[in-house]
């Protein structure tokens, strides 16, 4: 079953323009100038500066006294209040779903606030899977996230499995960069932009989310991505099971911690909370996202585990590892080691 992937923020969900609504109520309800909208929107950088930067630069420049953990809790709330997915777009996907395609979505971003994205804007039903940066500890362009996301939607990422499968997405150096390292097709949504990437290139090009998916179900046998970039099994790339760290081009977007692009906090993770027998707690209850296999992902802080590649199965240990739940270990004291765990909520539990 052939295979089409997504990307969240301004591919799915048009996260810009909910980011310039709630920057209108922000002005509004401080009475600021309406014409500072602008220089919010500048600022924002289209989600990739940190929000810290953002937010302190609001601070200072109309002296407000609200703190920072303050301005960013009205931040989220008031974009998850904006956020909507397109009628258009949802008829995408189930065009797509009704012409035999398997999909699913794979975002750079922080494990919290991307899930309660999906969650709010009911695109969980839609999909048959997701993978998130944070929690999954690898960041677009990194080939071992696309693998991650075919694996949650029930495709083995084994064999020729790329050959049937697309990337869309908005992003040429995550998105697009990361669809040819790995040997996917990809559709670039260019948003009225030019092209400006002179080492790669998508395979198409489209306005909008219906017309790259259209330009898909139209293009099964389009031709693949150039003879110089194949894809392998996870087992057969060594390099695939090391995390790929965030950088300034990706920045506050990309969810993988140890770095000073990720730091402003608003990526913060779902932190796990165990008991003696090693229960999920409560950041596991009241969540109705789940992959294709029924797992919620969730992130406790910290991350375990040796050197990436120098197993010979143990990339494709990991993909395997990070397509499933597994248990959540405790220690005597209840505390557990910190690492990134996945746990199963019942159906009943969810909203």
């Known amino acids: ?24 109520d922000f002005l509004s309800e401080r009475d600021l100038p309406p014409g500072d909208l602008d220089w919010f929107v500048t600022l924002d950088g289209g989600g990739y500066v940190p929000r810290s930067t953002v937010l302190s630069a609001v601070r200072r420049r109309y ?12 931040y989220r709330r008031g974009i998850n ?23 699913g979505i794979v975002s750079n971003g922080g494990t919290r606030p991307q899930l309660e994205k999906i969650r709010r804007t009911g695109l969980g039903p839609l999909v048959d899977g997701w993978v998130i ?6 960041v677009k362009p990194d080939p071992l ?67 790259a998916v259209g330009q898909v179900l139209a293009a099964r046998n389009a031709p693949s991505p150039r003879p110089g970039i194949r894809a392998g099994g996870p087992v057969g790339r060594r ?11 990706l920045s506050a977007r ?26 999920p707690g409560a950041a596991v209850a009241g969540s109705d996202v789940r992959n ?13 585990g040796g050197p990436a590649g120098t197993d010979p199965g143990a990339n494709a240990r990991r993909v395997a590892a990070l397509a499933r739940p597994t248990p959540v270990r405790a220690t005597a004291d209840g505390t557990g080691p910190a690492r990134t765990t996945f746990a199963v909520a019942p159906a009943a539990a969810a909203p």
């Not at 079953?1 to 997504?6: D, G, Y």
């Not at 993988?256 to 402003?264: H, I, V």
Request: glycine fraction near 10%; hydrophobic fraction near 45%; proline fraction near 7%.
């Open 81 to 103: 209040s904006h956020i909507h997915c397109p009628t258009g777009h949802v008829d995408a996907l189930r065009a797509a779903r009704a012409a035999g395609w398997t999909l």
């Open 239 to 249: 390099s695939i099971g090391a995390p790929v760290r965030a950088t300034a081009l």
């Open 292 to 304: 294709r296999t029924g797992e919620l992902a969730v992130v406790a802080d910290g991350r375990s």
């Open 145 to 211: 996230i696309f693998e991650i996301a075919a694996q949650r939607c029930g495709v083995a990422p084994t064999g020729n499995w790329a050959a049937h499968t697309w990337m869309v997405g908005d992003h040429a150096p995550a998105d697009i960069a990361g669809a040819e390292l790995a040997g996917l097709r990809s559709v670039w949504l260019h948003h009225g932009r030019p092209w400006a990437e002179p080492g790669y290139r998508p395979t198409l090009k489209a306005a909008g989310l219906p017309e």
């Open 133 to 138: 940066s944070e929690e999954a500890d690898c």
């Open 254 to 279: 990309s969810g993988a911690r140890p770095t000073a692009a990720a730091s402003d906090g608003s990526f913060a993770p779902a932190v796990v909370t165990t008991g003696a027998a090693g229960a």
């Open 63 to 74: 002296g407000l006294d609200a703190s920072a953990e303050f301005l960013l809790a009205h």
């Open 1 to 24: 079953m052939p295979l089409l992937l997504f990307d969240l923020d301004n591919t799915l969900l048009p996260r810009d323009a909910a980011f310039r609504a709630w920057a209108q």
